[in-house]
Antibody, heavy 119, light 108 residues
Framework: QVQLVESGGGLVKPGGSLRLSCAAS????????MSWIRQAPGKGLEWLSY????????FSADSVKGRFTTSRDNTKNSLHLQMSSLRAEDTAVYYC????????????WGQGVLVTVSS | EIVLTQSPGTLSLSPGERATLSCRAS???????FAWYQQKPGQAPRVLIY???NRAPGIPVRFSGSGSGTDFTLTITRLEPEDFAVYYC?????????FGQGTKVEIK
């Protein structure tokens, strides 16, 4: 069965960096676009980025462009989000999700990982 | 960026009632690039509707989606206790995907 498991979250100081990972299993990882979405405490969903199967096409939200970098390693079935210059407003649960390009939907989501930016 | 505005913010209804949720886009969205998600407290979202009107696998028939252009609707014909949750619309039409701010369906 499809599984997505995020890791790498935690407490980081403002201005710091953090790298999130998403381990994928149960499907042919390289055949799917993947996406990052976050949710600040008590708030709605915010799309952050998506990356195509080969890793050559990446689109990011303007709110994180230049600070967050999305990448993938198809040899390890993993997706990554490198976050830098973190701010208090980046505090959120971060989800990775699989994009089903055939049906145009985010059909599987991880359980999420909490990132807290605080001094 | 395509802004999605959901209304109402909160819908207070009783089990068995009909729920109608709206999502308006700031510019036209092709119907195949529009979806609805449900999120319950402490859980990841799950897709309900894709391509504006197609139910995702395992989604009950009481959930239906419709719309075109800039106006989209999610309808739950008869609310079950497990349907009380937050619902989000999403568009994939532009390279900047966006979500609506959410509609909370709460028990009256």
């Amino acid at each position: 069965q499809v599984q997505l498991v995020e890791s790498g979250g935690g407490l980081v100081k403002p201005g710091g960096s953090l790298r999130l990972s998403c381990a994928a299993s149960g499907f042919t990882f390289k055949d799917y676009y993947m996406s990052w979405i976050r949710q600040a405490p008590g708030k709605g969903l915010e799309w952050l980025s998506y990356i195509n199967g080969g890793g050559s096409t990446i689109f990011s939200a303007d709110s994180v462009k230049g600070r967050f970098t999305t990448s993938r390693d198809n040899t390890k079935n993993s997706l990554h989000l490198q976050m830098s210059s973190l701010r208090a407003e980046d505090t959120a649960v971060y989800y990775c999700a699989r994009y089903n390009w055939n049906d145009e939907m985010l059909d599987y989501w991880g359980q999420g990982v909490l990132v807290t930016v605080s001094s | 960026e395509i802004v999605l505005t959901q209304s109402p913010g909160t819908l207070s209804l009783s089990p068995g009632e009909r729920a109608t949720l709206s999502c308006r886009a700031s510019q036209s969205v092709r119907t195949i690039y529009f979806a609805w998600y449900q999120q319950k407290p402490g859980q990841a979202p799950r897709v309900l509707i894709y391509g504006t009107s197609n139910r995702a696998p395992g989604i009950p028939v009481r959930f239906s989606g419709s719309g075109s252009g800039t106006d989209f609707t999610l309808t739950i014909t008869r609310l079950e206790p497990e349907d009380f949750a937050v619902y989000y619309c999403q568009q994939y039409y532009s390279s900047q995907w966006t979500f609506g701010q959410g509609t909370k369906v709460e028990i009256k």
